[in-house]
């Protein structure tokens, strides 16, 4: 059992993120491919995910293996929604807290000895890394992020009326299944069974709670930043709509360029296109100059680099062709 201690001024302070954390959906995600049963509305897309995993993707879900634990590098205290520059917090971790958080494990078998350079702060596996959770976000996540996004943005709107209607107090009893509100004079405690099974008492002592919900979350997680709120992300309730992905724009731009468009919605180079979505350079130098062509896209060149970003038609036909929950 996990415990949260809250007194009346974190009560004060807690606050419901309006967006998805999109490392803490990455990092959930991950997990959900190695649970031995998932939700019926996660089913295909887990049969889709799996089907798409490459070699590459490797180095990432390795550390998403364990239900019980997650190292909380991967999901940074910034706990935002664009990619990019959640990664750029990832690609700035200390080689130190790298192997504070990698080595125990390690030592204990909980992970596999090919860990071993990532936990030592090696530059090539912190590359690997990168590259890994580039490639798994975009066949995981990218293309179910409108889906995503606006669950959670309906669950933080039901939480905002019973703040409205009824305090604080109902609005952490009726959180999630997953989790237990206790209140008796100023004692308040919010707690949720752990899956390592071990008992444990955290205590924000003032500096608040932010809530933050979670599309692909199997149980709650609390990470803890001294420097600031304690954040407590929970699964939000189970949708009856099974996880739908952008099909109609496949079906008219073809799967793989559909996808290019997909990533090029994060202006990457043609490069990191290639690595996002397993296939060759000179592949993804000519889906974009068709997508140039179709006035989707524009190309610049940085250095050596040439990047991408969408036009204004190109953005809209990405969010028209996302499937709407049915």
Known sequence: MLTLHLNATDLSRTTVRSAPSVLIELAAAGQRLFQATVPEHLAQWRAR????????????????????????????????????TSLDEVAATPVERLAAELRPRLDAGDL????????????AARRELLAAMTAFHAVAVAPYWSTVGAAVQTDRA????????????????????????????????LSYECAFGTELDVVPDGRGVT?????FLPHPCVLDDPAGPLVLAYPIRPSRRELTTARPLADLLGRTRAAVLGVIADGP??????????????????????????????????????????????????????????
């Open 211 to 215: 809530l933050v919900p979670a599309y």
């Open 112 to 123: 596999p000895a090919r860990v071993g350079p990532l936990a030592s702060g090696e530059a």
């Open 269 to 326: 180079s043609t490069s990191q296109v290639a690595r996002a979505l397993g296939i060759s350079v000179a592949s993804a130098s000519q889906h974009a100059s068709t997508l140039r062509a179709a006035g989707l896209v524009t190309s610049h060149r940085n250095g050596v680099a040439v990047l991408h970003a969408l036009t204004p038609l190109g953005a809209q036909l990405l969010r028209a062709g996302r499937v709407s929950p049915r």
């Open 158 to 189: 039901v939480r905002g009326h019973a703040l409205v209607d009824a305090g604080i107090d109902r609005v952490l009893r009726d959180l999630s299944p997953h989790l237990s509100w206790r209140s008796a004079g100023s004692t308040y405690q």
């Open 49 to 84: 995910t799996r089907a798409a995993l490459r070699p590459a993707m490797r180095p990432y879900l390795d550390l998403c293996r364990l239900a019980w634990w997650l190292p909380d590098f991967v999901t940074p205290p910034g706990l935002g929604s664009d990619f990019r």
